[in-house]
T-cell receptor, first 114, second 112 residues
């Protein structure tokens, strides 16, 4: 069965520092999608970044990049130059096949201090 | 703003009651997904509709049902509510090969 594992319940970082949030996944499918979402304390779920299993380049979106290591089945999120507004819960997720529901990890709480 | 609209934002009701949660997807998105987020279960997929037809079911209780209408908006009906149904319910919509799902702001249900 497909599974997402996020082993860091909480991470603490200072403003302007970079931080890596870990995510490993388990699937036997060859074609799958990997996603990161941000959930601030207000509760909404915000899409950050997507990586397809066949994409050879790591995905980047502004200060977010996804460090995709297919052989290790890892999809870590890297946030460069952290800001106070980055404090939130971050979820790694996957879709095992195109057009299917997301499978979520348990999330990592990121706290950014000044 | 994700473009996905959910109403109401908050719902407080009593055990045994029935409620309806509404979702309007982003313009052009044919797929609608419902998810439940609770402290003990995390984020769980409930059900998916595609262009009016049920496409997939997840951990959805028999007391829960959903439908997608011709204008593509969707409703999630929760009946015989129990205390354990208290949760944040999300709707998401997607289109395209990557299936990037954009979420509404959620409906926070409190069953007292």
């Amino acid at each position: 069965a497909q599974k997402i594992t996020q082993t860091q319940p909480g991470m603490f970082v200072q403003e302007k520092e970079a931080v890596t949030l870990d995510c490993t996944y388990d699937t036997s499918d060859q074609s799958y999608g990997l996603f990161w979402y941000k959930q601030p304390s207000s509760g909404e779920m915000i899409f950050l970044i997507y990586q397809g299993s066949y994409d050879e380049q790591n995905a980047t979106e502004g200060r977010y990049s996804l460090n995709f290591q297919k052989a290790r089945k890892s999809a870590n999120l890297v946030i460069s130059a952290s800001q106070l507004g980055d404090s939130a819960m971050y979820f790694c997720a996957m879709t095992p096949q195109a057009g299917t529901a997301l499978i979520f990890g348990k999330g990592t709480t990121l706290s950014v201090s000044s | 703003d994700s473009g996905v609209t959910q109403t109401p934002k908050h719902l407080i009701t009593a055990t045994g009651q029935r409620v309806t949660l509404r979702c309007s997807p982003r313009s052009g998105d044919l797929s609608v997904y419902w998810y439940q987020q609770s402290l003990d279960q995390g984020l769980q997929f409930l059900i998916q509709y595609y262009n009016g037809e049920e496409r997939a079911k997840g951990n959805i209780l028999e007391r829960f049902s959903a439908q997608q209408f011709p204008d593509l908006h969707s409703e999630l009906n929760l009946s015989s509510l129990e205390l354990g149904d208290s949760a944040l319910y999300f709707c998401a919509s997607s289109v395209g090969r990557e299936n990037i799902q954009y979420f509404g702001a959620g409906t926070r249900l409190s069953v007292l």
